[in-house]
C-alpha cells in the first residue's frame, strides 16, 4: 500500500525556519520521482522541489537558495528544510511520488516527473 503523510507544518514569522516532514510507503526511492508542492489560498498547486531518482534536486526559483529537500533512505521519510521564510510561501504543502520508471502518470508535472501519489498536505503559515 503506498501512503505519504507529512508532518511538521505551523506557524512562523517571517525569516524563520521550519522542517517538513514526509513519511513514505510502498515507494522505493531509487525507482520514484519524489516532490514537495504548494497551494495558497485562491492560487493553483505549484511545484517547490524535487529529488529524481538518481537523488538529483530541483527547486523553484521562489525557493531556491532557501529550501533543501532530502530524503533518508532508512527511515523512508523525506525532508524539506524551509529557511528564510517569507509571508508569500505561506500554503498548504504537499508531498508527492509518480508512478516509478516507465509510468506514464496523468497528475501535475515539475521538473520532468509527473506526480500522481499524494499526502494529505501540511499547512504553513508565515507572518509578516
Known amino acids: 500500500q503506498v501512503q505519504l503523510v507529512e508532518s511538521g507544518g505551523g506557524s512562523v514569522q517571517a525569516g524563520g525556519s521550519l522542517r517538513l516532514s514526509c513519511a513514505t510507503s510502498?515507494?522505493?526511492?531509487?525507482?520514484?520521482?519524489m516532490a514537495w508542492f504548494r497551494q495558497a489560498p485562491g492560487k493553483e498547486r505549484e511545484g517547490v522541489a524535487r529529488i529524481s531518482p538518481n537523488g538529483m534536486t530541483d527547486y523553484a526559483r521562489f525557493v531556491k537558495g532557501r529550501f533543501t529537500f532530502s530524503r533518508d533512505t532508512a527511515k523512508n521519510t523525506l525532508y524539506l528544510e524551509m529557511n528564510k521564510l517569507k509571508p508569500e510561501d505561506t500554503a498548504i504543502y504537499y508531498c508527492a511520488a509518480n508512478g516509478g520508471i516507465g509510468h506514464v502518470g496523468n497528475g501535475p508535472s515539475f521538473s520532468g516527473c509527473v506526480f500522481d501519489y499524494w499526502g494529505q498536505g501540511t499547512q504553513v503559515t508565515v507572518s509578516s
Open positions: 510502498g515507494f522505493t526511492y531509487n525507482t520514484h520521482c
